[in-house]
C-alpha cells in the first residue's frame, strides 16, 4: 500500500496533539481529525485536515494517532474506534499512561486484526511544529515499519522499543531522568545561590555545556545494565567519567558544607556514580 492510499486520524488536539497533527496534514492520503472541542479542530480544517463528528468517524482511517490526557480515556476513545474498525487498523497512542494499558488493549484487539501501537513521544510542542520529536514505538516489527513513514512526518528520530508497551517503558526511563535532572538542579541552584553565584548567569553556563557535552545522554551507551569488563572499549572513558564525578561531588559537597548547604542528591550521586557507570571500583 502506498503512502496515497494510507489514510491517517489523529484524535485529541491539546498542546501536543494540534501541532502533531498538523504535520499530518500534507500526507498524501490525508487526515481526519476530531477533538471534543469545536474550537481546537477550526485550525486544523483551515490547514486542510478533514474534520470528523465524532471518534467513530475517524475508525475509517488506516493509521490512528490518539493524544488525550490519561489511562481511562484511552480506553474509551479505543474502545469506540475498535468497534467501527477495520481488521488491520493501527491505532497509535501517543499519552503517556501504564504500560500495562497499551499490553492489555493490545491483547483485547488482536483477535480482530487491530493493531495496538503506544508510542510516546518527547521533546515538546515546539519539536512537534518542527518536526524534531522523539517517538518510542511500542510495536510489532511489521507493524512498526508500516507506520514509521507517518511517524516521520512530526519526529525526526523515530525508535523501535519493542512490543506494545516498550514504548511507555522506555518513556517512563526517559522522563524520570529528567525529573530527576530537576531536582538535582534545584539542588545545584539552592548550593549556587548561598555561594555568591548569579543563578541566571549558572544558567546560562549549564545550557551552553550540555549542548557540547550532551548531558546525561552522553553516558547511556552501554548495551545492557551489567557492569563492564575491564577490556571493554567503553571502560576507560567511562571510568575517566567516574574519577571526575567523584572527584567534582566531593568537593560540591565541601563547599556545601562550608556555606551551610545540605546537598542530599549529591550525596546520594557520589555514593552511586560509579555502580551507575559501571565501572565501580574494586578497592575503596
Known amino acids: 500500500m502506498s503512502d496515497n492510499d494510507v489514510k491517517l486520524g489523529y484524535i485529541g488536539l491539546g498542546n501536543m496533539g494540534a501541532p502533531m497533527a498538523k504535520r499530518l496534514v500534507e500526507w498524501p492520503g490525508g487526515v481526519t481529525v476530531f477533538d471534543v472541542r469545536t474550537e481546537a479542530m477550526t485550525p486544523l480544517a483551515e490547514a486542510g485536515a478533514t474534520l470528523a463528528d465524532s471518534v467513530a468517524d475517524v475508525a475509517t482511517a488506516d493509521i490512528i494517532s490518539v493524544t488525550v490526557l490519561n489511562d481511562a480515556q484511552v480506553r474509551d476513545v479505543v474502545g469506540e474506534l475498535a468497534a467501527n474498525a477495520k ?10 499512561i501504564s504500560p500495562e494499558t497499551a499490553v492489555d488493549l493490545a491483547e483485547q484487539l488482536a483477535p480482530q486484526g487491530i493493531h495496538i501501537v503506544d508510542a510516546p513521544v518527547s521533546g ?12 518510542m514505538v511500542g510495536a510489532d516489527r511489521e507493524v512498526y515499519e508500516r507506520i514509521k513513514p507517518a511517524f ?4 525526526s ?10 514504548g511507555t517503558r522506555m518513556k517512563l526511563a526517559r522522563n524520570m531522568l529528567t525529573f530527576i535532572s530537576y531536582a538535582a538542579a534545584g539542588e545545584a541552584m539552592n548550593l549556587a545561590d548561598q555561594a555568591g553565584i548569579s543563578l541566571q548567569q549558572l544558567g546560562r553556563v ?4 550540555d549542548a557540547q557535552s550532551g548531558g546525561p545522554g552522553a553516558v547511556i551507551v552501554r548495551e545492557n545494565s551489567e557492569m ?14 567516574r574519577d571526575l ?5 566531593t568537593l560540591a559537597l565541601a563547599l556545601g558544607e562550608a556555606v551551610g548547604v545540605e546537598l542530599p542528591m549529591a550525596e546520594m550521586a557520589l555514593k552511586n556514580l560509579a555502580a551507575g557507570l559501571g565501572v565501580p571500583r574494586t578497592k575503596e
Open 87 to 96: 481488521p488491520g487498523t493501527v491505532i497509535a497512542i501517543h499519552s503517556t
Open 124 to 135: 515538546g510542542g515546539g519539536a512537534a511544529e518542527n518536526g524534531e520529536l522523539a517517538v
Open 152 to 155: 516521520k512526518q512530526f519526529a
Open 157 to 166: 528520530l523515530v525508535v523501535h522499543a519493542g512490543p506494545p508497551g516498550a
Open 206 to 209: 549549564v545550557r551552553h555545556t
Open 228 to 241: 563492564l569488563d575491564p577490556d571493554n572499549f567503553l571502560y576507560e572513558p567511562l571510568a575517566h567519567a
Open 245 to 249: 564525578g567523584e572527584k567534582d561531588l
